[in-house]
């Protein structure tokens, strides 16, 4: 019996010796200094740009600062816990989140962790945080309009697919609505919408997430929340997180929408990593790559050419100005970075004039090209009436006495103004938006009441959706010849048996 177990510990003390021996090589580094949101660790020699460290507790950070013998580690966690000589190691992985179908409908943080309490992402794939955009022989002309659902925005400042427009104006003018009034108008139409809250209160987000989910569109809805308690750090990375998992549906010849609410602040919390790793401050104490972070986030969106599978990502950075201030340093640079921009005023809020989309300084650089025939009909004469009519009313605030020429244009601009009106979660049909801009534009409303203009409009709604022009415009045809004169019998029907 002892003979037999000697025998057997000897066969696998010899056959251990004969295997070969595995070595692995950890390196590891010491906590020096921690602050709000970064460590500072000594030790590392070989570590990488944005490769994650993991410290002894569990906690991760990005190493974003690399000096000899020393690395910045930017916090993914609260660092609370955290002292100096704590021990820390490199991963050699960089952050990556998951992508795919699996996280529709689900509510995640930049890292991959679920928040509605759904259980685990059973994702097949996981994508590094930050890609490089897709190259130039990728991409191709922005061709194929964004429906927004909104009269003023589709009409006279229109989206393509693939094209990145920021929404811009001051705190409570109502850009968050107009970009979830954007994400509504995609039931439907196959387009993944993908919401990404950077530094907002927990309530905010909580409404947002409610309103998608009572309007039905949660299921083809992806929301990335990094909430104002979090970390600098993870505010940081969320976009980036967020634009790799639309850059999956792209990919894959899949049409998707993202909306960064806000970059503003995306910008200071980027500007307060870059203080505490002691990097020189510029302008408004941003550091002097602030343009570059931008600038590489918004290059990721495109529509891509046929050979790339042929998907698009749109997106709708949103940007918060003080006191109307667009030539301050944030809103300039993503002016520059976007293909055009959308401008909320906030005199035009107080006036009641919802959403409100200051036409003057609102424009589309590519996005005309998109643009379906028969908004093109109509959009012309409107943004010309438009702007004639707000030069007179602020003449004629003067007193000037107006001949009747002059007043009647006065008048059929106050029903312009009131045609672009729209509610907030209400956007309308293509067909909709087109026979009211054209009664506006054609006279129509010259008789009918101020306060009776909401009445109208609905009669004209109600009658247009049942014509056989309503659907051929919806597919893209011209308003020309017969189909603009049977758009505009049935406008005038309408209103005759309003009387």
């Not at 667009?326 to 300039?332: E, G, M, W």
């Not at 004469?381 to 107006?402: C, H």
């Not at 022009?469 to 010849?481: H, K, Q, Y």
């Amino acid at each position: 019996m002892l003979k037999e177990l000697a025998e057997t510990l000897f066969d696998a003390i010899k056959k251990e010796g004969t295997r070969a021996p595995r070595l692995s090589f950890e390196e590891r580094g010491t906590v020096s200094r921690v602050l709000r949101g970064v460590v500072e660790v000594e030790g590392f020699t070989e570590a990488t740009s944005d490769e994650v460290v993991a410290f002894d507790g569990g906690a991760m950070g990005l190493a974003l600062d690399l000096e000899p013998g020393r690395a910045g580690i930017v916090m993914l966690h609260d660092p609370k816990g955290l002292r100096p000589g704590d021990r820390a190691r490199r991963t050699r992985r960089v952050a990556s989140v998951p992508t795919g179908d699996a996280l529709l409908g689900r509510v995640i943080n930049p890292l991959g962790k679920p928040l509605d309490n759904a259980g685990p992402v059973a994702a097949d794939r996981w994508d590094p945080v930050d890609q490089p955009a897709p190259a130039i022989m990728e991409r191709a002309a922005v061709a194929r309009p964004l429906q927004t659902g909104i009269k003023a925005v589709d009409a006279l400042v229109p989206i393509g697919r693939g094209q990145r427009e920021l929404i811009v104006g001051d705190r409570q003018t109502g850009k968050t609505a107009v970009a979830l009034d954007t994400i509504l108008n995609q039931a439907g139409t196959g387009v993944i919408s993908v919401y990404c809250a950077i530094g907002q209160r927990g309530d905010a987000v909580a409404r947002v997430i409610g309103r998608l989910r009572d309007s039905g569109v949660m299921d083809n809805c992806v929301v990335v929340v990094a909430g104002a308690e979090e970390p600098p750090g993870l505010q940081y990375i969320a976009p980036y997180a967020a634009t790799t998992i639309a850059e999956r549906f792209m990919r894959a010849g899949r049409d998707a929408l993202i909306v960064y609410d806000d970059l503003t602040r995306h910008a200071r919390a980027y500007r307060e990593l870059s203080l505490l790793l002691r990097r020189p401050p510029g302008r408004e104490a941003y550091p002097g790559d602030i343009f570059y972070i931008h600038a590489r986030l918004l290059e990721r969106a495109t529509q891509l050419r046929e050979s790339a599978h042929g998907g698009s990502l749109t997106a709708l950075p949103i940007v918060e100005t003080q006191a109307q201030n667009l030539s301050a340093y944030i809103p300039t640079n993503l002016i520059s970075i976007t293909d055009g921009q959308i401008y909320l005023s906030p005199t035009l809020f107080r006036l009641g004039q919802l959403p409100a989309v200051d036409i003057g300084r609102s424009v589309s650089r590519v996005g005309g090209k998109a643009q379906l025939p028969a908004f093109r009909a109509v959009a012309g004469p409107l943004k010309l009436a438009y702007a004639q009519f707000e030069e007179l009313e602020s003449f004629a605030r003067f007193g000037a006495k107006l001949d009747a020429d002059t007043r009647a244009q006065l008048e059929r601009g106050r029903r312009v103004r009131e045609t672009l009106k729209q509610d907030e979660a209400t956007p309308m049909s293509v067909a909709r938006q087109i026979a009211l801009l054209l009664a506006a534009t054609e006279g129509l409303f010259d008789a009918v009441p101020l306060d009776a203009m909401a009445g109208a409009a609905a009669a004209i709604v109600q009658a247009v959706d049942a014509t056989p022009e309503a659907r051929d415009i919806e597919n893209g045809a011209s308003l020309e010849g017969e189909r603009r004169e049977a758009m505009l019998r049935v406008a005038s029907a309408a209103l005759r048996e309003m009387e």
